[in-house]
């Protein structure tokens, strides 16, 4: 089974400030990393997702996040953030695995509050 | 349609209620999932739907708890004689595929309060 740490419940920032939100995450095979974004009183949407590959994944509205396999780690960051990035964040792992269904487990969020 | 839709998006009752929750997925997608997301608790993942059978329901937090999809669409979660730990907002998501590797699309939920 895997699990989804996000110490972090909520992070205030100033605009235009570097922003890091923490994810950390139990396994014991490999995974898929994804995190999602939830605008205020909107549905879930993907913000990016680490498959395979480069570990450095680009996502929409200028986040990236880094896959750190050592550390089991999956940090997203943004270095210079917007009063519109105000959302909940939300870390997501699934377990890779080729047979059965493998839910997508949540984290608990981590709230990006932007002030100008 | 265009996204995944659900409603009702508000719904109010009162203990020991049943309700029913709707959610009309992204057509032509195969696969159905229902999350419950609680203030401080996160997604917590209910049931999973491939086609309309549910190979996976062990979320589902009681015997109270049940869902069904019929025609590969539509979906429909169904809490029997409601609680107030209940309260929640209930997520729907669709994929093309189990979702694996794939994308899940959300709809904006359906706010329950439990009185």
């Known amino acids: 089974a895997q699990s989804v740490t996000q110490l972090d419940s909520q992070v205030p920032v100033f605009e235009e400030a570097p922003v890091e939100l923490r994810c950390n995450y139990s396994s014991s095979v490999s995974v898929y990393l994804f995190w999602y974004v939830q605008y205020p009183n909107q549905g879930l949407q993907l913000l990016l997702k680490?498959?395979?590959?480069?570990?450095l994944v680009k996502g929409i509205n200028g986040f990236e996040a880094e896959f750190n396999k050592s550390q089991t780690s999956f940090h997203l960051r943004k270095p210079s953030v917007h009063i519109s990035d105000t959302a909940e964040y939300f870390c997501a792992v699934i377990g890779r695995l080729n047979t059965g269904f493998q839910k997508l487990v949540f984290g608990t969020g981590t709230r990006l509050l932007v002030s100008p | 349609g265009a996204g995944v839709s659900q409603s009702p998006s508000n719904k109010v009752t009162e203990k020991g209620k049943d309700v029913e929750l709707r959610c009309d997925p992204i057509?032509?997608?195969?696969?159905l999932y229902w999350y419950r997301q609680s203030l401080g608790q996160g997604l917590e993942f209910l049931i999973y739907?491939?086609?309309?059978?549910?190979?996976?329901k062990s979320g589902l937090p009681s015997d109270r708890f049940s869902a069904e999809r019929t025609g590969g669409s539509v979906s429909t979660l169904t809490i029997q004689r409601t609680q107030q730990e209940d309260s929640a907002v209930y997520l729907c998501?669709?994929?093309?595929?189990?979702?694996?590797?794939?994308?899940?699309?959300f709809g904006e939920g359906s706010r329950l309060t439990v009185l």
């Open positions: 998501a669709s994929s093309s595929n189990q979702g694996i590797t794939g994308e899940l699309f």
């Open positions: 680490y498959l395979s590959g480069s570990t």
């Open positions: 057509s032509g997608h195969t696969a």
């Open positions: 739907f491939q086609g309309n059978s549910a190979p996976d």
